[in-house]
């Protein structure tokens, strides 16, 4: 496989996990090209082909944003992981396409010397050819839930159980919470959910009030209401 990273080519160098190419820089376009790209033994998308791997370590702690323009075929992906072994990997976040090259972007939080492995290939073994996306990193000051699968336990969501919801005020307010690691607790109403996190908001006078799940980055995503002190009684 051939891969072109800024403007430094790679022969042969990113096709496998352990030779994963590694990638800096807060705005860059990778290119790779996957015709002769294989698949290994373990690796945890294991109905894709033709993979190939980089390695990415944030600087700052940041929102990094992926974007595979410029990909030349169809049923193509991008998928993020964190760990250091090919079957020890814990998913983070990714995207993959249908019968088109329509472009998509998606978009996660890292701490600041967290290592992302950053898987990219075709979910189907006729589909290669060049795979290129953008990485864009962003430098913020983490806040209220933000949480990551790796990094340590003050960054992980306290507002994961019912019992310690964040409260929230004002009339005018936007919520951020990224979930790779929330759980379920027993007796959630919504038990068919890979994990969750709790708020609480207190009108101080009759109101409508309005939920936009705008800038949510990942499918069936839900938001759901309720009145009441306890889970079994909600």
């Known amino acids: 496989s051939l891969g072109l990273v800024g403007s430094e080519m790679c022969i042969r160098d990113s096709d496998s ?8 820089g807060a705005n860059l376009t990778v290119i790779g090209y996957t015709a002769d790209a294989t698949i290994e033994a373990s690796e945890p998308f294991n109905d894709g082909n033709r ?5 990415y370590t944030p600087t700052t702690d940041s929102i990094i944003t992926l974007d ?14 964190i760990g250091g072994a090919i079957n020890n990997l814990n998913y983070v976040n990714g995207r993959q396409s249908g019968s088109n090259t329509a472009p998509y972007s998606f978009s996660f939080i890292a701490k600041a010397n967290t290592t992302f492995q950053i898987c990219v290939g075709s979910t189907i073994d006729n589909r290669y050819g060049t795979h290129q ?4 990193s962003t430098s913020f000051t983490p806040s209220g839930s933000f949480f990551g699968p790796d990094v340590p336990t003050s960054y992980y969501p306290t ?18 919470s990224y979930i790779p690691s929330a759980s379920v607790e ?3 109403p919504f038990t068919n959910t890979g994990g969750t996190v709790w708020y609480t908001y207190t009108p101080t006078s009759n109101t409508t009030v309005t939920l936009n799940n705008a800038g ?12 009441g002190l306890s889970l079994i009684h909600i």
Do not use: C, H, M, P
């Open 51 to 55: 993979t190939l791997w980089y390695t």
């Open 17 to 24: 996990f352990q030779n994963r190419k590694a990638i800096s």
């Open 159 to 176: 507002n994961d159980n019912f019992a310690n919801r964040t409260t929230l005020s004002g009339s005018s307010l936007t919520a951020l």
């Open 186 to 188: 027993a007796n959630e």
């Open 216 to 227: 949510t980055d990942f499918s069936r995503n839900f938001i759901a209401v309720y009145a």
């Open 133 to 136: 996306f953008t990485l864009t």
């Open 68 to 81: 595979n323009t410029g990909t030349e075929f169809d049923y193509n992906f991008i998928t993020v992981y």
